[in-house]
Nanobody
Framework: VQLQASGGGLVQPGGSLRLSCAASISIFSINAMGWYRQAPGKQRELVAR????????NYADSVKGRFTISRDNARNTVYLQMNSLKPEDTAIYYC?????????????WGQGTLVTVSS
């Protein structure tokens, strides 16, 4: 599975950005997709994730009410709409896809896109 992420950039506090992640295969062939981020000097953390069956969507507490994950099945693309951005949202954002292969979960990662929130 190849993942192509885009949409990062520099934005002022309170602003918005939308990240996109295009998968090389159908979303329905993927068990779960989402976004993680890694800030300088910190561990990678979950931002938002959903199961392809649409039964579960998870958000980090720090982004609830501000970020929304969505999907376009026809385009095999997942989006992350980020509103009311804060400086602490500054990080490299990674698209993730998880598949179960031979009873084991295999994770695939996009190349990362930098989001900088600063005035």
């Amino acid at each position: 599975v190849q993942l192509q992420a885009s949409g990062g950039g520099l934005v002022q506090p309170g602003g918005s950005l939308r990240l996109s992640c295009a998968a090389s295969i159908s979303i329905f062939s993927i068990n779960a997709m989402g976004w993680y981020r890694q800030a300088p000097g910190k561990q990678r953390e979950l931002v938002a994730r959903f199961t392809s069956a649409g039964t579960t969507t998870n958000y980090a507490d720090s982004v609830k009410g501000r970020f929304t994950i969505s999907r376009d099945n026809a385009r095999n693309t997942v989006y992350l709409q980020m509103n009311s951005l804060k400086p602490e949202d500054t990080a490299i954002y990674y698209c993730n896809a998880a598949r179960v292969v031979l009873l084991r979960e295999v994770n695939y990662w996009g190349q990362g896109t930098l989001v900088t929130v600063s005035s």
